[in-house]
């Protein structure tokens, strides 16, 4: 085991227990398992019925169920009776907060309960309690009294559980401890699990999710950790970002922290929460479960890096940004910058900019920029002919850089041998430099003589690709290496897409890349596409749009509002799709503001991470503000919720007019 995964520099799972869910085996090797949970009321057998239908068909492999209260948990019987009847066996999981004697009921009815330790015995109200080792021990002491029947159920039905952390939702007694925390999470469910064992209860499934998949990543890494060195095995991981929100965001939060743990061949079965139907989320984990198919197969045997040094220059547990010097506006304190790759387009014109944030204006003869407007161009061997915006720099191939007249626009790109000739000219102030990370070939060039070189020389850039199929090891591994002979050039990070559908590349940016800025590498991104020989200008916009998307979720650079809304199920009391976007229509202009929409006021507060401004579902047609943990109108009718909300937010100066 190398610190929390099999390998970190060869595709190999992690050996996790086996879990039986019914008939559906989870863990130890079993394929990777779909999920997903229903958004109607519990109460509502037909609805629900035929949601979870609908589910089954798209390929969920699991369908949770809300069970708010002891009538929606003995509801489930009808629920189950009626799949069954209808010939589908697929596992049931209740979802159960708050409620210990929901879940008492649930657990003789269901193939699987969820309990969320941080609010299944534990308090819940924002209260910033102080408890001495004697108080803490007896709150455990309680949990385990409550908690002990529950399992004992379990075990008598053959029930499995799931030990399901919220880093919105954890205990005011774990944060009095351990802070609003990644180890707080993990100490969260290792009392229940320690609980569960004591029992002699294994039948069990965990998972620690955020809104922030930095926060998430953290905690599943840490648990790993706590599991091995305590009790010497895993338990089967349920990955998940909770709250993502909808649309191309809400895809690229939740496959860059699933498909970042599931790289390191962590994960036995996966959630995509987004604020659509639930039958939408299961392709998005098709496709990200797909990537990882074949990884284990003999004959796709993965080109082995060099092993790592004993003790990682970086921690893999608390994020920090690798050191560089600056080159121009890269590396060192600047955000990463985005290059956008264009050389498909045959003659590049004025209004292509508009795909990447650029739009002119013939009457001012002025450029409009946006705030997700692509840094550098790369053209390959295309000279433009129009005057480009000021903030814009060019990349082209050496030839056609040394025929630009204006060299303080244009930069040359090397591949490693072109960079040791010294016969070749070079920019004075920046040159990029491809580097292909220990893919066939590598290395073409003399390794030692290259890596000397880069490091001195205050011009250079390093672009890492790599044709691996594990090319998120072998980036991370060269960074490692970079790390242990002390070069500190920025690095920008290029992928390349084979895939043939805009979904399938979408995950496949999101996690080559997501997977390595959350571990603080990379000062920027480039997003190419393989497929076909033009790309279209709608290929362009997406590409840059995805390529901002993917530094905002991984808070690397924030270019646009975020939104934390729920993917709601049984409890939630407004339409959370229409009312999302009703309010991302009226505040997407806000940069940087961080907006939860959250369908119930049970759960809602504590899943809200980090947000700004909460809407939340108070009761029918009632909504509650809040201004970050804070409540400041209850009870505001849902009418005009939107219009206070704007209200609140201009009260508290986060708001700007829309351009
Ligand atoms: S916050 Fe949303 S998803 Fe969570 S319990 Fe409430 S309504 Fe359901």
């Known amino acids: ?81 009626e799949l069954r009847l209808r010939g589908y066996n697929t596992p049931i999981v209740a979802d159960i907060h708050f409620t210990p004697n929901a879940a008492e009921i649930a657990a003789r009815i269901v193939e699987k309960v969820r309990v969320n330790p941080g609010n299944y015995v534990d308090k819940k109200k924002f209260e910033l309690l102080e408890y001495s080792d004697a108080e803490y021990l007896e709150e455990i002491e309680r949990i385990r009294d409550r908690f002990t029947p529950l399992v004992k159920i379990c075990k008598e039905y053959g029930t499995a559980m799931r030990i399901g952390t919220n880093h919105g939702s954890l205990s005011d007694r774990i944060m009095s401890r351990y802070g609003d925390t990644p180890i707080g999470m993990v ?8 609980i569960a064992e004591g029992e002699n209860y294994y039948n069990i499934v965990l998972s620690m999710k955020s809104s922030n998949p930095q926060v998430m990543v953290q905690a599943y890494r840490l648990l790993i950790q706590n599991m091995q060195a305590e009790l010497g095995h895993c338990y089967p991981l349920h ?91 890269i590396g060192s304190k600047h955000v990463p910058v985005v290059i956008a790759d264009l050389h498909k387009i045959e003659k590049i014109r004025p209004e292509d900019l508009g795909a990447i944030g650029y739009s002119y204006d013939i009457v001012t003869d002025k450029w409009a920029i946006s705030d997700v407007a692509a840094d550098y161009l790369f053209t390959a061997d295309q000279q433009i002919d129009f005057a480009l915006p000021g903030t814009l720099k060019v990349i082209a191939y050496y030839k056609t850089w040394l025929a630009c007249i204006d060299k303080e626009k244009y930069f ?40 000397s070189k880069l490091r001195s020389d205050a011009t250079a850039v390093i672009c890492l690709s790599s044709t691996n199929k594990n090319a998120v090891q072998s980036i991370r591994r060269m960074f490692v290496e970079l790390e242990e002979k002390e070069i500190k050039n920025p690095v920008v990070i290029i992928v390349d897409s084979n895939y043939h559908n805009m979904d399938e590349s979408l995950i496949h940016y999101a996690v080559e890349t997501g997977a390595l800025l959350l571990d603080g590498f990379g000062d920027g991104i480039c997003l190419g596409h393989r497929f076909g020989e033009k790309k279209i200008a709608t290929d362009n916009a997406l590409l840059n749009s995805i390529a901002f998307g993917i530094l905002q979720a991984t808070r690397t650079r924030i270019s646009k509002t975020e939104y934390i809304s729920c993917p709601s199920c049984g409890r939630t009391l407004f339409d959370l799709q229409e009312t999302t976007s009703k309010i991302r229509a009226v505040t997407n202009h806000l940069k940087g503001v961080k907006i939860a929409i959250m369908g119930c006021i049970v759960n809602g507060p504590g899943e809200m991470a980090d947000a700004d401004f909460g809407y939340v579902g108070s009761g029918p047609g009632k909504i509650t503000l809040y201004k970050g943990k804070e409540v400041v109108k209850r009870a505001v009718s849902e009418d005009v919720a939107v219009a206070e909300l704007i209200s609140l937010i201009k009260e508290n100066e986060a708001w700007v007019e829309p351009s």
């Open 412 to 451: 040359p790109i090397f591949d490693d041998a072109q960079y040791l000739d010294d016969s070749l000219v070079r920019s004075a102030s920046v040159n990029f430099v491809m580097l292909d990370c220990y893919s066939e070939g590598y290395p073409a060039t003399d390794t030692e003589k290259l890596f």
């Open 1 to 81: 085991m190398q610190l929390y995964a099999e390998s970190l520099t060869e595709y190999k799972r992690l050996a996790t227990l086996e879990v039986k869910v019914g008939d559906l085996l989870l863990g130890n090797f079993n394929p990777i398992r779909i999920q997903t949970m229903t958004t109607t009321d519990t109460m509502d057998t037909k609805a629900t019925v035929e949601q979870s239908i609908r589910c089954i068909k798209a390929g969920s492999e699991l369908i949770r169920i809300t069970a708010p209260s002891k009538r929606e948990a003995e509801n489930l019987l009808n629920i189950k009776n």
């Open 239 to 329: 990955l998940g970002v909770t709250e993502a929100g909808d649309g191309e965001d809400g895809r690229i939060k939740s496959a860059i922290g699933i498909g970042t743990l599931l790289e390191d061949g962590i994960g036995d079965t996966i959630r995509v929460s987004l604020t659509e139907d639930p039958e939408f989320e299961i392709p998005v984990c098709k496709n990200i479960i797909k990537r990882y198919e074949s990884r284990s197969i003999e004959k796709d045997k993965i080109l082995q890096e060099p092993s790592l040094p004993s003790s990682l220059p970086y921690s893999p547990f608390d994020y920090s940004r690798r050191s560089t010097f600056e080159i121009s506006n």
């Open 187 to 194: 100490e969260s469910a290792m009392e229940f699990l320690r």
